[in-house]
C-alpha cells in the first residue's frame, strides 16, 4: 500500500502561503518571479524545490532584498523557481536555535529529531549537547 502520494502534496511555496493566509503560519513566502515583494523583513531566499537550505544570509530590508536578487541574476541563477521566505525570531534566551523534525505517518506523528544550534539557520545540531539539551530532545 503507497502511503505518500507527491502529486498529491502541495508544493513549498503553495503550502507556505495557504498555512500564512490560514493565519497557522505567522511568516510570508514570495516568489523572485512574481510581482509582489516581501511585506515584512528580514527574509531570506532559498530554492523552491532542494532541501539545502538558503541561498542568502538574512535580508533585513527591501535594499539587502534588492541587491540579493541582484547578485543571484549576476550568477546567472534564475528567479524562477526561488522564494524569499520570512523568518521568524526563533532563539531562546541563551541564543539557541531549535529544528525539530517529525514524520506524519497514518495519523500519528512520529518525533525524528531535534537540533540545537547557535546559527540561525539549523540543519545539523552544532552544540556540545549538555544532559539537559538530552533531556528536552527525549521529551
Known amino acids: 500500500m503507497v502511503s505518500n502520494w507527491p502529486h498529491r502534496v502541495l508544493g513549498r511555496y503553495a503550502l507556505l502561503r495557504r498555512l500564512h493566509e ?21 527574509v531570506f531566499i532559498r530554492r ?50 531549535r529544528k525539530y523534525g517529525a514524520l506524519y505517518f497514518r495519523g500519528d506523528v512520529v ?6 544550534s547557535h546559527d540561525w539557520m539549523v540543519k545539523r545540531s552544532t552544540l556540545e549537547l549538555s544532559p539537559e539539551m538530552i533531556a528536552e530532545e527525549e521529551q
Not at 22 to 42: F, I
Not at 59 to 82: F, I, M, T
Not at 111 to 116: A, D, K, M, R, S
Open 22 to 42: 490560514a493565519g497557522l503560519n505567522s511568516y510570508n513566502v514570495w516568489r523572485l518571479d512574481e510581482q509582489r515583494m516581501p511585506t515584512a523583513y528580514p
Open 48 to 97: 523552491e524545490q532542494d532541501a539545502l537550505g538558503p541561498e542568502t544570509p538574512l535580508l533585513h530590508d527591501e535594499g539587502e532584498y534588492r541587491a540579493a536578487v541582484a547578485q543571484l541574476h549576476e550568477r546567472g541563477w534564475a528567479s524562477a523557481g526561488r522564494v524569499a521566505v520570512q523568518f521568524c525570531q526563533g532563539a531562546d534566551a541563551t541564543g539557541t536555535y
Open 111 to 116: 518525533p525524528q529529531h531535534l537540533f540545537l
